[in-house]
């Protein structure tokens, strides 16, 4: 019943009940409260490399229109193989990332406060490349693909930056695995660049940028 409830919180569904229930609150400043989570999600939205690169009007956008989220032990945050349009990031609590192959499930990383995952499926809708499990009771913030659209289409030379950052991250990923070469890493950036940034357009605008 306690993951029931903490999956109709999650979608905002109500449960009523046959009473009438009066409480009295202690007045609180509800503009106060709101202010230091958006404060908290901007800080964390800053830490992604590339939402780094935003100026802090673009970051504050984001930080508007994301949703915190929590999830009970156990549950699974975004399944492998399932469509996405989301980033998370870790707000606090911990999860793992399973890979699932044939008929075995393996652990490949744990994500801490602070760390995220999901950002080619909302860059690109790419479906999940792996499951994410809490491993304690988690709290997450979530980017949507529409808040993102919004801000990228105010500023044309933002998607190409974005791209820029996170084929960086990736070839230096596979250079470390394959040891590539200066040179062959500085053409592979520019092969993936060009095809991520192509990948993030037509996601992201529903057509390919000229």
Do not use: C
Not at 15 to 35: K, W
Not at 44 to 63: G, M, R, T, Y
Not at 187 to 206: A, Y
Request: charged share 25%.
């Amino acid at each position: 019943m306690t993951y029931v409830w903490s999956a109709f919180q999650r979608n905002g569904i109500e449960i009523p009940f046959p009473q009438r229930v009066v409480q009295t609150l202690v007045p609180q400043d509800g503009g106060a409260v709101m202010r230091r989570q958006t404060d908290q999600i901007i800080a964390h939205l800053a830490k992604v490399d590339f939402f780094a690169i935003l100026n802090p009007q673009q970051i504050e956008s984001l930080a508007s229109e994301a949703r915190v989220q929590e999830f009970l032990p156990g549950e699974q945050v975004v399944r492998q193989g399932e469509p996405g349009e989301e980033l998370f990031i870790m707000l606090d609590g911990t999860a793992e990332v399973r890979v699932h192959q044939a008929d075995r499930s393996s652990t490949v990383a744990s994500l801490q406060r602070g760390q995220f995952f999901g950002e080619m499926s909302l860059l690109t809708g790419e479906p999940r490349s792996a499951t994410v499990v809490a491993t304690t009771p988690l709290r997450v913030v979530s980017i949507g693909k529409m808040a993102l659209s919004r801000v990228v289409q105010k500023d044309g030379d933002l998607v190409g930056r974005i791209s820029e950052v996170v084929a960086q991250r990736k070839v230096a990923l596979a250079a470390t695995k394959e040891r590539l070469s200066r040179e062959g890493a500085a053409v592979t950036l520019g092969s993936r660049k060009h095809s991520l940034m192509e990948r993030i357009q037509q996601f992201l605008w529903g057509r390919t940028h000229r």
